[in-house]
């Protein structure tokens, strides 16, 4: 049975998970704010677990999920109120209360559906009878189009990153990293996380880990291949020089400020919006996933196949990609209306 106190029964028969009674405490502890109580602590670290080891979630998705289950057990445990009592209408007023805060319609979707999967979850555990949250209706999500870059901006980007750096090592660096970026449409994490055993040997194709440790296979193009050798060279030796000194080696092709780690994302952010300002570029038009951005669009301008842009991005759904072509209908449109002879003046 289920008690009061919101703490549900051991889940059965999990994926990769070992069953667990319910007193016992979680296993990935959840970092809850003041008056969360253990029994919804519990909740969304059993649920959590489940999601990472039955669907493969990406680290980031999971904190995703961990922070706006938090969010709503905090404003829950505020009203007295938990996650085995809560009701159909305490969704309901939560979700105002988002839209009080001023959170966006992509904020407030994302959220209900944390709430909406975890109450799914503890339905089929037998945690409770019904799910509160059940063909509740969002505000959905307004759909926009990517922000990218011309090819001006990424030439004058990549320009910039072989002169940015205190160092020559710096500058190789940094010039591997655009280049890698811009060549592979990787995503961020997959960026900093690329282990350099993937780059040895100069290959014309590269495995790149995703979410939810999905692999993909990508092309690299010439300039990028001829800047990752130039930044192995002096990367391997520096390398050299820290295992004589006993510090252990980074397995990551960019090694982060502490011996034998790799770059945060963090890091990079920064580093992109500086190289951006060298570049003569506003830094808040430049993100890495604008990088990635414009790998997309400008393969789909130059006839690329939609399906093959799919499997390069690693999306899971084609309707993902499809958003691209919006973007290139925007620029087609554009360049119509102000490059064509009898377009109307103002």
Not at 24 to 35: E, S
Not at 229 to 258: I, N, Q
Request: glycine share 10%.
């Amino acid at each position: 049975m289920t008690g009061a106190s919101g703490t549900g029964p051991a889940r059965k028969t999990p994926a990769g998970i070992a069953a667990t009674k319910a007193s016992a405490p979680a296993r990935r502890p959840v970092p809850a704010g003041p008056g969360i109580g253990a029994g919804m602590e519990r909740w969304i670290s059993t649920f959590l677990d489940a999601r990472a080891a039955e669907q493969g979630s990406a680290k980031n998705t999971q904190l995703a999920y961990g922070r706006d289950l938090i969010d709503f057990a905090e404003w829950l445990a505020r009203r007295g109120d938990d996650f085995q009592a809560a009701e159909r209408a305490s969704v309901e007023d939560y979700l105002v209360f988002c839209d009080a805060q001023g959170l966006s319609k992509a904020t407030r979707a994302r959220r209900l559906s944390s709430i909406r999967q975890l109450y799914r979850f503890a339905h089929e555990e037998g945690w409770r009878a019904d799910n509160p949250a059940l063909r509740m209706k969002g505000p959905g999500a307004t759909r926009r189009l990517p922000k990218t870059l011309d090819r001006d901006e990424v030439l004058r980007l990549i320009g910039a990153a072989e002169a940015h750096g205190r160092s020559p090592a710096d500058r190789l660096r940094n010039l591997a990293m655009v280049e890698l970026l811009y060549a592979t449409g990787m995503r961020v994490t997959e960026l900093v996380e690329l282990p350099v055993a993937a780059v040895r040997g100069d290959p014309k194709m590269i495995l790149v880990r995703g979410k939810g440790d999905k692999e993909r296979m990508v092309p690299l193009s010439t300039p990028a291949r001829a800047a990752l050798k130039a930044w192995l060279a002096v990367r391997d030796a520096a390398e050299d020089e820290e295992r004589a000194k006993g510090r252990a080696p980074s397995r990551h092709l960019f090694p982060g400020g502490k011996p034998g780690t790799g770059m945060t994302r963090q890091h990079f952010f920064v580093l992109i919006k500086d190289i951006a300002v060298a570049a003569g570029i506003s830094p808040e038009k430049v993100t890495p996933h604008r990088m990635r951005h414009a790998f997309a669009t400008h393969l789909l301008a130059g006839g690329a196949d939609l399906r093959a842009i799919q499997t390069l991005l690693g999306h899971a759904d084609v309707a993902t990609t499809e958003i691209y072509t919006h973007v290139l209908d925007d620029g087609l449109k554009d360049l119509v209306l102000t490059k064509h002879p009898l377009a109307r003046k103002g």
